[in-house]
């Protein structure tokens, strides 16, 4: 559905994004993990068109992206901060993103109403805590029904209980068949919700697998184990080349 | 867009600085009409409240505008919308409104007190400043991340055409005054959108005779329809290049 075809993106010296190549599928789930600052925020924001890579190629669709703006109808975006006009409310957020969608005729409320929001419809925004404003984000993220959802940080700040909630609806839309992306630095997460993995490293990708062919390999039951085993194994590799 | 320039609008309108604008220019244009009866001197002082200030508040309000939109810019782009449409409609909506403000807060006073024969002509050098202003603000907007950086390449635009090149206008006349200079000064004139204006307006008034010779020949080249039309395609130039830049910029600006 997504083909990323040798991405490079600098940052004047700084290679946020080194040769990038990756093929991402429907109905499989995939969990975007790598250090702070590793570039797999760059990498969405590539996939979305916020950013621009320097050079190489996205296609989506097997249609490139670039000038392209109609394939993010079928993109569901929660930032990692979600960052909102200051003086709308939450209520007029929401009505405003339903009214510039409006070629998307049936929307999903089920966050909406599971989080409680239209009990803060007249918030405005700037006074939101975090843990709300993710809500928000998470709320607008699922919905237009959109085919491929891109989760940055999605349970980053919420409460166990709304964590829960997100996490169930990542489930349910999952079972559906659609093509998640998640990053997060929640291991046992990523664990539940996804079945894919893609390591990054200073801006290149490091693993790309399964997650069950990533225990097998590093003979780790939990995804935290195995991923600190990675870790281990590359950093010793790199140490024995030099 | 049409949606898009509606919530544009609407953050704009809340601000609320676009009514004090408007009421700043219709008590400026109301009290020079209580201490002058002749009409010929109130659009003079009226001139040059308009050719300071009407610049300096576009620029100032435009560049405070997109960066605190910039929430809202940033969420749009992740919907399907086309950058060129977020861009168009965040160029219209304030060049707009700003347009609105000083038709309404000059316009209104001439109308009351029946002053109909100037109104056209200054009318449409302010609206004409205004659009070219808030290009070169947005043409400052979006060469940086940085508010403040971008508010002071704005305010450069803006004391360059008001004050400097005026001054490097002059040093080039006296300097070179030996030389027949009419020519020479009036393609200088094109590359000021606000000498542009002034000269417009001086025509219109009619004193273009105490700007001397010079003043004669311009009276001569922009007092016809042809010199007005082609101060108004400058104006219009003035306009649309920083804005086209602008906009190819914003194209390819990582957000």
């Known amino acids: 559905m997504i083909s990323i075809e040798n991405i490079c993106k600098n940052f004047g010296q700084l290679a946020a994004l080194d040769q990038i190549s990756l093929e991402l599928t429907t109905g499989k789930s995939y969990a975007l993990i790598g250090p702070n600052g590793s570039g797999k925020t760059t990498l969405i924001k590539s996939i979305l068109g916020l950013v621009i890579p320097t050079s190489g190629a996205i296609l989506f669709d097997n249609k490139s992206i670039f000038n392209n703006w109609r394939y993010r109808e079928k993109i569901g975006y929660m930032p990692q901060i979600g960052r909102y006009p200051d003086n709308i409310r939450i209520g007029q957020l929401i009505d405003m993103m339903k009214n510039i969608r409006k070629d998307t005729p049936k929307v999903d409320e089920d966050l909406i109403d599971a989080f409680k929001l239209y009990k803060m419809y007249d918030k405005p925004l700037h006074t939101l805590s975090g843990g709300t404003r993710q809500k928000v984000s998470a709320s607008l993220a699922f919905l237009f029904h959109a085919p491929v959802l891109i989760l940055d940080e999605p349970t980053a700040g919420l409460d166990p209980v709304s964590a829960e909630i997100l996490k169930e609806k990542i489930h349910h839309e999952k079972r559906m068949g659609k093509l998640v992306i998640i990053t997060s630095h929640i291991l046992s997460d990523l664990d539940e919700l996804t079945s894919e993995l893609v390591y990054m490293f200073e801006g290149k990708i490091q693993y790309n697998n399964t997650i069950d062919a990533l225990k097998d390999e590093t003979n780790e039951t939990k995804l935290n184990k195995a991923i600190a085993t990675l870790i281990r194994q590359k950093e010793l590799l790199a140490s024995v080349i030099e | ?255």
């Open chain 2, 1 to 255: 867009m049409t949606r898009v320039i509606k919530y544009v609008f609407y953050d704009i309108l809340r601000t609320r600085f676009i009514l004090f604008y408007t009421l700043f220019l219709l008590v400026c244009t109301f009290m020079l009409f209580q201490v002058d009866s002749d009409f010929g001197k109130v659009v003079l002082s009226l001139m040059n409240i308009v050719l300071m200030a009407v610049p300096l508040i576009s620029v100032v309000f435009t560049t405070i505008h997109f960066f605190n939109s910039y929430e809202f810019i940033e969420l749009m782009l992740a919907q399907p919308i086309n950058r060129r449409s977020i861009f168009l409609s965040e160029y219209l909506a304030v060049a707009s409104s700003l347009c609105l403000a000083f038709c309404i807060g000059v316009g209104l006073p001439f109308v009351i007190y029946g002053a109909w024969q100037p109104i056209a002509s200054l009318l449409l050098t302010g609206v004409f400043l205004t659009l070219v202003f808030v290009s070169l603000a947005f043409f400052a907007s979006v060469l940086t991340r940085d508010k403040a950086k971008a508010i002071g390449i704005a305010l450069l635009f803006w004391f360059y055409f008001s004050l400097i090149y005026d001054g490097i206008l002059l040093w080039v006349v006296y300097s070179f005054n030996d030389y027949p200079l009419e020519k020479l000064t009036l393609a200088l004139i094109a590359f000021n959108p606000v000498d542009l204006a002034r000269i417009i307006m001086l025509l219109q008034l009619d004193i273009s005779a105490l700007m001397g010779y010079t003043g004669a020949f311009y009276k001569n080249f922009f007092g016809s329809s042809m010199g007005i039309l082609f101060s108004g395609v400058l104006l219009t130039t003035w306009a649309l290049w920083p804005m086209g830049i602008a906009m190819r910029i914003f194209n390819k600006k990582d957000l």
